[in-house]
């Protein structure tokens, strides 16, 4: 990872975005907990910070508190379907972005066809959705977007 984060740094990137980070709250094989995941991010944002990159937590809801310090912001999927955004207001609270990502048109519907009605209702309208910054995303994570 150290030399991935090399890379970030010599291709002039601003931060990294850790993913999968939550492996405890899977089945891995590896007996992962939820303090690894902790001392693994702390780990990789005091290395991103020494290259001069910011470093988000990217879902992870159960660790929250013990990375935020050390984070510099949040990258959430789905927690607008999963009603679970109160967890990533935290981030909010204490002055660092959310940028949240829902993906409502399924994991089988890709076009360029903007979300309408309840389901966009839906996926940008929660409890403090006006401090999060919110994209609607097709699941295959292609160039089409629609803000919120």
């Known amino acids: 990872m150290v030399q991935r984060l090399d890379l970030a740094q010599r291709k002039g990137c601003d931060g990294v975005d850790p993913d999968n980070v939550d492996g405890y709250d899977n089945e891995n094989g590896l007996g992962l907990t939820q303090a690894d995941t902790v001392d693994y991010m702390k780990f990789l944002a005091q290395e991103a910070r020494d290259r001069g990159l910011s470093i988000g937590l990217k879902n992870a809801g159960a660790v929250i508190s013990d990375v935020i310090s050390v984070m510099h912001w949040s990258v959430n999927e789905q927690c607008a379907q999963y009603d679970e ?64």
């Not at 109160?86 to 002055?95: C, R, S």
């Not at 360029?112 to 959705?129: I, L, P, Q």
Request: glycine share 6%; proline share 3%; charged share 30%.
């Open 85 to 148: 955004c109160d967890t990533y207001a935290a981030f909010v609270n204490a002055g660092k972005p959310v940028f949240h990502i829902e993906y409502p048109k399924g994991d089988d519907v890709n076009n360029e066809r903007d979300v309408t009605g309840s389901k966009k209702t839906d996926a940008c309208n929660f409890e403090d959705s006006g401090e999060f910054s919110t994209l609607i995303k097709n699941m295959d994570l292609d160039n089409w977007y629609q803000d919120c």
